[in-house]
């Protein structure tokens, strides 16, 4: 089973009961049952809030009841590695003052890691894109930009040449419209 399975019972005054912590928590999260089960009675060294044991802590004094679980949580495991666990599970009422939870917390860290490389690589390809259509842009308007000035230059090189006064001043209207577009 790709996950830990985990049933537990809380009673009055929050008393907590691990019923079953099965054996797969050591390859998820480092840590064996024993040594949970010890941060969770006091005998071992305190959960830190990310932790395993404070992970089950919480769940225990915070289930509703009659509820499902299914949740993604972040937790630490003794290598100090940062795991992501989709919690499934129920709460159900068994007494007046108890309560059982019936959970599994599957590691989903490969999905999650999977999952932020390809939004950065979306990102990225968006990037790209967005420079790729700004270059088209600028490209084209330096096109344009240069077809405006070859009749500003073809004019004043036939103005050069022209002796007529009235063909001269026509040249010089056509490179000031020329000039006024490009403007």
Not at 81 to 87: A, F, G, Y
Request: hydrophobic share 40%.
């Amino acid at each position: 089973l790709p996950g830990v399975l985990l049933s537990l019972e809380t009673g009055p005054e929050d008393q907590l009961s691990i019923r079953f912590l099965s054996p797969r928590c050591e390859a998820v999260w480092g840590y064996s049952p024993r040594e949970i089960r010890d941060a969770l009675s006091g005998h071992g060294p305190a959960p830190g809030s990310d932790s395993p044991a404070a992970v089950i802590l919480t769940l225990a004094r915070g289930a509703a009841h009659d509820s499902p679980l299914d949740q993604r949580i972040a937790v630490r495991a003794k290598s100090g590695e940062r795991r992501w666990l989709d919690l499934r599970g129920w709460v159900t009422r068994t007494g007046p003052d108890r309560v059982r939870t019936d959970c599994i917390f599957l590691d989903v860290t490969d999905e999650v890691a999977t999952r932020s490389e390809l939004a950065r690589q979306i990102e990225i390809a968006q990037q790209a894109q967005k420079h790729e259509s700004l270059g088209k842009l600028t490209g084209g308007m330096a096109h344009d930009f240069n077809n405006l000035l070859a009749v500003i230059l073809g004019n004043l090189e036939l103005m050069q040449d022209e002796a007529d006064e009235e063909a001269r001043q026509a040249l010089i209207a056509s490179a000031i419209r020329a000039t006024q577009r490009g403007a």
